[in-house]
């Protein structure tokens, strides 16, 4: 209640009231004469919302109606003022607002003035530059008192002087607004500490506290005596029977608040003070953003103890009025059948000499579960939640620290579980989700592009892990394990340029590698890819090795088609784009046992239009090494073979070539100028001995070219043997000078020609 030494003036009939209002400029100056009938109201609220909401701050209202004010008073600033009985010198203060809305009546004979007082202005006003200068950065803090402070200097509005219940609390850089009202910021911190605000007639800005069990004890029949037990004044002041009209109350009590939970979102376990079940709920309160539980349990602590054991009758009532009395005063009005104990939350006064007091308190008897924010949601730099939600069909908890970049999620149904964590500020993430038949977990590093995984069912278990940069290419590591076998696998792939893979498969029986490559050329108008492949196989048995190589070719090659129409027609040109490729295959063998060792060496060159396979093979054992050799074109195929043993070497091919010097059992020789010799020898049925040529005729006949027979020297000599002659040309310059003739089937000799050849 206002300190006014003149109160009682209000409370009396017939008293003269003289209403002022005056321009802060002096150029208008109202007073009951400009005044239209008295038409004059002030509307001031603590908190309007159906259930007590901490943290409200309300603009209060006047409107009257002038005549003969001719100057336009929009935006301008006013101060109300009332003399009681011509005190000029003690005024009655109402208040000072600024003019919103000056309107003429529909006959222009008066107009209808609207204002608010200057927390009108604060409400509505974006105060980013004003929250970016006092927490300039990431790291920056302050204390609520300094906050709030700087806060109302920005509008060069004066406090009134008070110690808030979380002053000291930490005030940090927690959001990061490209736009923020002044609502915003006085509502998060009046709710915070657990008061309304409201600007009083003083024009300064006040921080309400309701005052807490304002119910008196008074001596009733129900009441037995005790130690504890005795009568006690009330907290509020009485508007006796004679000062209201009318009143009508609730039939019951809106109950205390037994609890009290801040949380940064719905269903955010955030921290609860109190074990009650009637909870008040703080939520999405910027201030707190990023706060632990301890310091969180701290602030709420202090709020708790400021809006618990608040116990009222919600009521309307039109009474006398009394502009003493404010809006969170504790009122009582005694009625016929009960004593109304409650709070003026809302009020509206009225007129000038008879003046109209409508006072009001809402409430539930028990509270709702609905939120008790009283701003919008803003983008967070800071903030922990610890959300809890369920359905029938599912279970999800959630737990974020946006500072950090921190959350966890668990979502459980019927059919699976998934729990979650991700680091946003590092780009990691990992997760888990669960079956009745399969459990898979993920890890990924977003930043440098790793991930890895595992895949587990009642068959196997998959773990993998990948790695793409790009220097490296896309790297990958993957084993795979049941219950019959074990494989790893390692795979590089260098964008279009290269890929690189190996692999290990592990049974009882058997381990197998495998290495493999592939890349890409491309020189002029062919591609070339090309594929290469080894592999190891080892058992109980044996090992086998291959390896394998194959090479596409792309050719491209365009033609060009015209046409060409009739008279004038357009020429028509299409490039038909024809491919054609060679792919090379090869590959290498090797297999290993007990019994013998094999390898085998194949290649298969296919075009467009021919197939040529090659293939090598050697196969060894303790008693003999066989090579085979075959080439195929087409369907016609060449082979050459060598087979050894212990006994004999055989040599089965279409063409034998021996090259350097050859040497067979020490007798016949092939020197490196290709020529032979040997003692003995047959060519056709000449026999070639130590004695010389032999051409057998009959049993007994016979012809005979023995080397102390015939002589040749000093000439340049050509040799010819046929079936049944011998013919020996001399030659000088290239033509024959003498030619030296054995017919063994005409028995003759015949000698031709310049011969100087001596005879022995």
Same mark, same amino acid.
């Given at each position: 209640?206002? #300190?006014?030494?003149?109160?009682?003036?209000?409370?009396?009939?017939?008293?003269?009231?003289?209403?002022?209002?005056?321009?802060?400029?002096?150029?208008?100056?109202?007073?009951?004469?400009?005044?239209?009938?008295?038409?004059?109201?002030?509307?001031?609220?603590?908190?309007?919302?159906?259930?007590?909401?901490?943290?409200?701050?309300?603009?209060?209202?006047?409107?009257?109606?002038?005549?003969?004010?001719?100057?336009?008073?929009?935006?301008?600033?006013?101060?109300?003022?009332?003399?009681?009985?011509?005190?000029?010198?003690?005024?009655?203060?109402?208040?000072?607002?600024?003019?919103?809305?000056?309107?003429?009546?529909?006959?222009?004979?008066?107009?209808?003035?609207?204002?608010?007082?200057? $927390?009108?202005?604060?409400?509505?006003?974006?105060?980013?530059?004003?929250?970016?200068?006092?927490?300039?950065?990431?790291?920056?803090?302050?204390?609520?008192?300094?906050?709030?402070?700087?806060?109302?200097?920005?509008?060069?509005?004066?406090?009134?002087?008070?110690? $808030?219940?979380?002053?000291?609390?930490?005030?940090?850089?927690?959001?990061?607004?490209?736009?923020?009202?002044?609502?915003?910021?006085?509502?998060?911190?009046?709710?915070?500490?657990?008061?309304?605000?409201?600007?009083?007639?003083?024009?300064?800005?006040?921080?309400?506290? $309701?005052?807490?069990?304002?119910?008196?004890?008074?001596? %009733?029949?129900?009441?037995?005596?005790?130690?504890?037990?005795?009568?006690?004044?009330?907290?509020?002041?009485?508007?006796?029977?004679?000062?209201?009209?009318?009143?009508?109350?609730?039939?019951?009590?809106?109950?205390?608040?037994?609890?009290?939970?801040?949380?940064?979102?719905?269903?955010?376990?955030?921290?609860?003070?109190?074990?009650?079940?009637?909870?008040?709920?703080?939520?999405?309160?910027?201030?707190?953003?990023?706060?632990?539980?301890?310091?969180?349990?701290?602030?709420?602590?202090?709020?708790?103890?400021?809006?618990?054991?608040?116990?009222?009758?919600?009521?309307?009532?039109?009474?006398?009025?009394?502009?003493?009395?404010?809006? =969170?005063?504790?009122?009582?009005?005694?009625?016929?059948?009960?004593?109304?104990?409650?709070?003026?939350?809302?009020?509206?006064?009225?007129?000038?000499?008879?003046?109209?007091?409508?006072?009001?308190?809402?409430?539930?008897?028990?509270?709702?579960?609905?939120?008790?924010?009283?701003?919008?949601?803003?983008?967070?730099?800071?903030?922990?939640?610890?959300?809890?939600?369920?359905?029938?069909? +599912?279970?999800?908890?959630?737990?974020?620290?946006?500072?950090? =970049?921190?959350?966890?999620?668990?979502?459980?149904?019927?059919?699976?579980?998934?729990?979650?964590?991700?680091?946003?500020?590092?780009?990691?993430?990992?997760?888990?989700?669960?079956?009745?038949?399969?459990?898979?977990?993920?890890?990924?590093?977003?930043?440098?592009?790793?991930?890895?995984?595992?895949?587990? #069912?009642?068959?196997?278990?998959?773990?993998?892990?990948? %790695?793409?940069?790009?220097?490296?290419?896309?790297?990958?590591?993957?084993?795979?394990?049941?219950?019959?076998?074990?494989?790893?696998?390692?795979?590089?792939?260098?964008?279009?340029?290269?890929?690189?893979?190996?692999?290990?498969?592990?049974?009882?029986?058997?381990?197998?590698?495998?290495?493999?490559?592939?890349?890409?050329?491309?020189?002029?108008?062919?591609?070339?890819?090309?594929?290469?492949?080894?592999?190891?196989?080892?058992?109980?048995?044996?090992?086998?090795?291959?390896?394998?190589?194959?090479?596409?070719?792309?050719?491209?090659?365009?033609?060009?088609?015209?046409?060409?129409?009739?008279?004038?027609?357009?020429?028509?040109?299409?490039?038909?784009?024809?491919?054609?490729?060679?792919?090379?295959?090869?590959?290498?063998?090797?297999?290993?046992?007990?019994?013998?060792?094999?390898?085998?060496?194949?290649?298969?060159?296919?075009?467009?239009?021919?197939?040529?396979?090659?293939?090598?093979?050697?196969?060894?054992?303790?008693?003999?090494?066989?090579?085979?050799?075959?080439?195929?074109?087409?369907?016609?195929?060449?082979?050459?073979?060598?087979?050894?043993?212990?006994?004999?070497?055989?040599?089965?091919? #279409?063409?034998? #070539?021996?090259?350097?010097?050859?040497?067979?059992?020490?007798?016949?020789?092939?020197?490196?100028?290709?020529?032979?010799?040997?003692?003995?020898?047959?060519?056709?049925?000449?026999?070639?001995?130590?004695?010389?040529?032999?051409?057998?005729?009959?049993?007994?006949?016979?012809?005979?070219?023995?080397?102390?027979?015939?002589?040749?020297?000093?000439?340049?000599?050509?040799?010819?043997?046929?079936?049944?002659?011998? %013919?020996?040309?001399?030659?000088?310059?290239?033509? +024959?000078?003498?030619?030296?003739?054995?017919?063994?089937?005409? %028995?003759?000799?015949?000698?031709?020609?310049?011969?100087?050849?001596?005879?022995?």
């Amino acid at each position: 209640m206002i #300190n006014y030494n003149l109160i009682d003036l209000f409370k009396k009939n017939s008293i003269n009231k003289q209403l002022n209002i005056m321009t802060d400029d002096k150029t208008t100056n109202i007073t009951n004469v400009e005044l239209h009938q008295e038409q004059f109201e002030l509307t001031e609220s603590l908190c309007s919302e159906n259930e007590l909401t901490f943290g409200c701050c309300e603009a209060s209202c006047i409107k009257f109606t002038v005549s003969n004010i001719f100057l336009p008073m929009k935006n301008k600033w006013i101060t109300v003022k009332t003399t009681l009985n011509n005190n000029t010198n003690k005024p009655f203060l109402w208040g000072r607002y600024k003019v919103f809305s000056d309107t003429p009546t529909a006959d222009r004979t008066c107009r209808d003035i609207v204002a608010y007082d200057v $927390l009108y202005d604060i409400i509505n006003a974006d105060v980013v530059s004003w929250y970016n200068t006092i927490l300039p950065n990431k790291n920056s803090t302050t204390t609520m008192k300094n906050f709030r402070n700087s806060f109302f200097k920005h509008f060069n509005v004066v406090q009134a002087d008070i110690e $808030l219940v979380n002053d000291n609390m930490k005030i940090e850089k927690t959001i990061e607004p490209e736009e923020l009202s002044g609502a915003t910021v006085i509502n998060c911190i009046c709710e915070i500490n657990g008061c309304f605000g409201h600007i009083g007639r003083d024009g300064k800005f006040h921080y309400i506290y $309701l005052e807490q069990e304002i119910q008196g004890l008074y001596p %009733r029949n129900d009441l037995y005596p005790s130690n504890t037990l005795y009568p006690k004044d009330p907290k509020s002041t009485q508007i006796g029977k004679s000062m209201y009209i009318t009143a009508e109350y609730e039939d019951y009590l809106v109950k205390s608040i037994d609890k009290l939970q801040i949380r940064q979102e719905e269903d955010d376990i955030g921290v609860i003070v109190g074990a009650g079940t009637n909870t008040y709920i703080i939520q999405d309160n910027f201030l707190v953003y990023g706060k632990g539980s301890e310091e969180l349990k701290g602030i709420a602590s202090n709020v708790y103890k400021k809006i618990t054991k608040i116990i009222y009758r919600p009521f309307s009532a039109d009474c006398k009025g009394n502009p003493c009395l404010e809006v =969170g005063d504790a009122v009582r009005l005694p009625t016929k059948y009960e004593l109304i104990e409650s709070y003026i939350l809302k009020r509206t006064i009225s007129g000038i000499q008879a003046l109209r007091d409508d006072i009001e308190s809402t409430g539930e008897e028990y509270r709702s579960t609905q939120v008790n924010s009283v701003h919008k949601s803003i983008i967070q730099l800071k903030g922990k939640t610890n959300v809890l939600t369920r359905t029938i069909e +599912e279970t999800n908890s959630k737990i974020t620290d946006v500072e950090s =970049g921190l959350s966890s999620e668990i979502k459980q149904t019927a059919t699976d579980i998934r729990a979650e964590v991700k680091n946003t500020a590092d780009g990691l993430s990992s997760s888990i989700k669960q079956t009745a038949n399969s459990i898979r977990s993920e890890v990924s590093d977003s930043v440098n592009n790793l991930s890895s995984s595992i895949q587990q #069912n009642t068959e196997s278990i998959t773990s993998e892990v990948k %790695r793409a940069s790009e220097a490296e290419g896309s790297l990958s590591t993957k084993i795979t394990q049941t219950a019959e076998s074990i494989t790893s696998e390692v795979k590089r792939a260098k964008q279009s340029e290269e890929e690189l893979s190996s692999k290990i498969t592990q049974t009882a029986e058997s381990i197998m590698s495998e290495v493999g490559k592939k890349y890409e050329t491309k020189k002029n108008a062919t591609n070339t890819k090309t594929e290469l492949q080894t592999s190891i196989r080892q058992t109980a048995e044996g090992i086998s090795a291959e390896l394998s190589k194959k090479v596409t070719e792309t050719k491209e090659y365009a033609e060009s088609a015209a046409e060409t129409a009739e008279s004038n027609a357009k020429r028509d040109t299409a490039d038909k784009l024809k491919d054609y490729s060679t792919t090379t295959e090869m590959n290498t063998r090797i297999n290993a046992t007990a019994e013998g060792i094999s390898a085998e060496v194949s290649r298969k060159l296919q075009s467009y239009s021919t197939t040529e396979q090659m293939n090598s093979a050697i196969k060894q054992t303790a008693d003999s090494i066989n090579t085979e050799v075959s080439k195929k074109v087409n369907g016609d195929e060449i082979i050459s073979k060598i087979n050894q043993s212990a006994e004999n070497v055989s040599i089965e091919a #279409n063409k034998i #070539n021996l090259n350097g010097a050859v040497t067979a059992n020490q007798n016949f020789k092939i020197g490196l100028d290709g020529s032979a010799e040997m003692p003995n020898g047959k060519i056709g049925p000449w026999n070639i001995s130590a004695e010389g040529l032999q051409y057998a005729v009959g049993e007994d006949e016979q012809t005979y070219l023995n080397y102390d027979t015939i002589i040749l020297s000093n000439a340049v000599a050509a040799i010819r043997l046929y079936p049944t002659m011998i %013919r020996i040309a001399a030659k000088e310059d290239g033509e +024959e000078v003498g030619v030296f003739e054995i017919n063994a089937a005409e %028995r003759r000799i015949t000698l031709t020609g310049d011969w100087e050849v001596p005879w022995n």
